[in-house]
């Protein structure tokens, strides 16, 4: 009998300066690793995305983080597709130039990857993004205009039949500030990942449609002390390929209705493991899937600006040094092999009383 795909969520949280993945893409080399050693990797943009850097891989699902919540609450099951026609939202606040570059790259992966996009549409009024910053360090913030963003996605999803869309938001300039120095030598916070998050959550949430975003800014000025896990960014004008490609892919949300004639969709109980930072066990995601049968692995090595471990949710997890000892727990886990047996000192079996 063939056994169930063995199926791993990956988490890396956005905006708040884990120190792998919480830069340009930096987390994708441990997709791909942990890819390796299962049959369905689900994870979300922040992992994945690494501006004009990106890396297919055949069995991830590129799923929005506000869908990923939604899915481990069992809300949203996944529909793995061949392909999505991607529209383009542009913010009304992108210079003329800048607009040009991202048409242009946008048309780039059309030409060069094949990748299937519909038209393009810029917003009727600028977004108006702010960004913020809270007391425990993570980013967040704001956009001024949300209605001119959804009356945008309506038009892609309804005239240009658009199965997922791309934004591309006018985010302020900060060349001057400390955060930003700090985040291109790989010590400080990504200050725009919380805003972003927040204009891909709210087209997901009303529209139940994939969603990512890249942030349009004027390039900075060369820096040779930047540090690699920032470096992807600082290579073009656009950070707009890589989310191209994520969702040219990225599974549908299906309801449980339609799930039942669906006989590929994904569901939360399908999930088997769940790889963490263990001071970042806080989120959503994490705290549902905890509930089900999946073994929550937390990586104590990938330090972020929170303090939320597993011990205190009171959430049973395996704890493990690194990304590479989290690579070994899965290949036992996915074989049945209990941690224990692969130390030198294994305890005998323990006695419960009625």
């Known amino acids: 009998m063939t056994s169930p ?9 956005t905006g ?23 049959d369905i990797l689900i994870t979300h943009p922040n992992v994945l995305n690494g501006a004009q850097l990106y890396w297919s891989l055949p069995n991830a699902l590129y799923v ?8 481990a609450q069992g809300w949203y099951g996944l529909q793995p597709v061949h392909q999505n026609r991607v529209g383009l939202i542009l913010d009304q606040a992108i210079e003329p130039e800048l607009q040009l570059r991202h048409l242009q790259a946008a048309d780039a992966t059309r030409a060069t990857l094949g990748i299937n996009l519909t038209d393009y549409i810029v917003t009727d009024s600028p977004l108006g993004v702010q960004l913020r910053q809270s007391e425990s ?8 205009n949300p209605d001119s963003l959804l009356r945008a996605a309506h038009t892609l999803i309804y005239k240009a039949k658009a199965e997922a869309i791309a934004v ?6 900060d060349e001057g500030s400390t955060a930003l120095q700090k985040y291109r030598h790989g010590q400080g916070v990504d200050s725009l990942a919380g805003a972003e998050a927040v204009i891909s959550h709210l087209i997901v949430k009303t529209f139940q449609i994939p969603c990512a975003h890249a942030p349009a800014l004027l390039p ?6 930047l540090s690699p896990r920032s470096a992807a960014e600082e290579i073009g004008y656009t950070f707009l390929p890589c989310v191209l490609v994520g969702l040219s892919r990225a599974p549908q949300l299906v309801t449980l209705k339609e799930g039942l004639r669906l006989p590929n969709s994904i569901w939360a109980q399908q999930v088997d493991a769940v790889v ?9 995601a994490v705290m549902s899937l905890s509930q089900t049968k999946a073994q929550i692995i937390a990586v104590t090595e990938n330090k972020t600006q929170m303090e939320v471990s597993p011990e205190s949710l009171g959430i049973k997890a395996l704890e493990v040094n690194s990304y590479l000892e989290a690579l070994g727990m899965l290949v036992a886990h996915r074989a049945g092999i209990s941690p224990e047996a692969l130390r030198p000192q294994i305890l005998s079996i323990p006695r419960i009383q009625y």
């Open 64 to 71: 929005e983080g506000y869908a990923l919540d939604k899915f």
């Open 220 to 225: 900075l000025p060369l820096d040779p002390n």
């Open 168 to 173: 591309v938001a006018r985010f302020p300039d």
């Open 16 to 38: 708040i300066g884990a120190s792998i993945g919480g830069y340009a893409g930096d987390g994708l080399p441990v997709a791909r690793a942990i890819a390796q050693t299962c």
């Open 5 to 13: 795909p063995y199926t791993v969520v990956l988490i890396i949280p």
């Open 276 to 284: 963490v930072p263990a001071t970042a066990c806080g989120g959503s």
């Open 137 to 144: 360090g993570a980013s967040w913030g704001t956009i001024a």
